[in-house]
């Protein structure tokens, strides 16, 4: 969860409601918004008085959101998951909006992405209704991931190209560029081979802009590179996006595993055990810059191969 600062939730850091245990650390691929949005921070210390009664009820769906975004990120939580009857209990309707978005992100743990999508779709109906634009434009780029991962092509471009434009009117970095990245692994799935490079190339950008390590990024053009029939250069940018993830201490989100278990699947399956794996392995040992510098070597020096004629068609 990106928290700024500046412009601390009135609710929870000025009456210092909030103990820094209940929130998670910043995650690896954590952006900031430069305008000012509703987010939290760790207060220094519980408050006896009057506001001291609501501090059970606000930290409660904190701790979901905060699992929320460690799940999210493949992160490990710090303890139990949170019980299922809390989410009822969320009064307030910004945060019942925020924990339906939680749980779109975590929900692909499981394998739902139908739960998923209809999480999202519920946590945008509420915030759409509530003045808070950048949690809704959050909202709708989360849609569209998850419409592109269930096959719903025509919805994903709509909700994706919308949350574009609201990260453009936001000047968010983070924001723009993961819903560049998205648009482009959605013209991936839907064979516009040239339009997906255009996109994943500004995606690119716009995180290495942000000092964001573009993991999903290199993934994405990995399977660009897949659909293309470069199998070797997809094993070896998937390879560095796993080695990077492991030099790092996460594991991929949710939202993007399916999709890396079919590219790795179908590249194996192209190359051969011995050789994916002496590949994949070679990728892992890549750092950043050099990982960077074969995505903008496109399209490689791999060997074409020929793949089955659905190999950018989503799981069933």
């Given at each position: 969860m990106s928290a700024d600062h500046r412009l601390a939730d009135h609710w929870f850091v000025r009456?210092?409601?909030?103990?820094?245990?209940?929130?998670?650390?910043?995650?690896?691929?954590?952006?900031?918004?430069?305008?000012?949005?509703?987010?939290?921070?760790?207060?220094?210390?519980?408050?006896?008085?009057?506001?001291?009664?609501?501090?059970?009820?606000?930290?409660?769906?904190?701790?979901?959101?905060?699992?929320?975004?460690?799940?999210?990120?493949?992160?490990?939580?710090?303890?139990?998951?949170?019980?299922?009857?809390?989410?009822?209990?969320?009064?307030?309707?910004?945060?019942?909006?925020?924990?339906?978005?939680?749980?779109?992100?975590?929900?692909?743990?499981?394998?739902?992405?139908?739960?998923?999508?209809?999480?999202?779709?519920?946590?945008?109906?509420?915030?759409?209704?509530?003045?808070?634009?950048?949690?809704?434009?959050?909202?709708?780029?989360?849609?569209?991931?998850?419409?592109?991962?269930?096959?719903?092509?025509?919805?994903?471009?709509?909700?994706?190209?919308?949350?574009?434009?609201?990260?453009?009117?936001?000047?968010?970095?983070?924001?723009?560029?993961?819903?560049r990245v998205q648009l482009g692994l959605l013209a991936v799935m839907r064979g516009r081979f040239d339009d997906a490079g255009v996109l994943l190339d500004e995606g690119l950008g716009l995180s290495l802009s942000a000092h964001s390590t573009p993991l999903v990024t290199l993934c994405s053009f990995a399977r660009l590179a897949l659909a293309e029939g470069y199998a070797g250069r997809a094993t070896l940018l998937a390879g560095a996006a796993e080695g990077l993830r492991q030099r790092a201490g996460v594991r991929a989100c949710p939202m993007v595993r399916r999709g890396e278990a079919q590219l790795v699947a179908q590249a194996r399956e192209a190359l051969g055990t011995e050789c994916f794996d002496e590949m994949f392995d070679g990728g892992g040992r890549l750092n950043q810059r050099e990982a960077v510098a074969i995505v903008r070597d496109r399209p490689g020096g791999s060997t074409r191969v020929s793949l089955p004629s659905d190999s950018t068609a989503p799981a069933s």
């Open positions: 009456p210092r409601l909030l103990t820094t245990a209940l929130l998670p650390e910043p995650l690896p691929h954590e952006g900031r918004s430069p305008r000012p949005v509703r987010g939290v921070r760790p207060a220094v210390a519980e408050q006896d008085g009057p506001n001291r009664v609501s501090l059970v009820g606000r930290q409660q769906p904190l701790f979901v959101l905060g699992m929320g975004a460690r799940l999210g990120a493949g992160q490990k939580p710090r303890g139990p998951s949170p019980p299922e009857p809390l989410l009822k209990e969320i009064d307030d309707p910004f945060l019942r909006a925020v924990s339906q978005l939680a749980m779109a992100w975590t929900s692909p743990i499981a394998g739902d992405f139908e739960g998923a999508l209809q999480a999202a779709l519920v946590s945008l109906k509420q915030l759409r209704g509530q003045h808070e634009p950048f949690w809704a434009a959050v909202a709708v780029a989360t849609v569209g991931a998850m419409e592109t991962a269930v096959g719903r092509y025509d919805d994903a471009l709509r909700h994706l190209t919308e949350a574009r434009d609201l990260a453009q009117r936001f000047d968010s970095a983070w924001l723009t560029a993961w819903s």
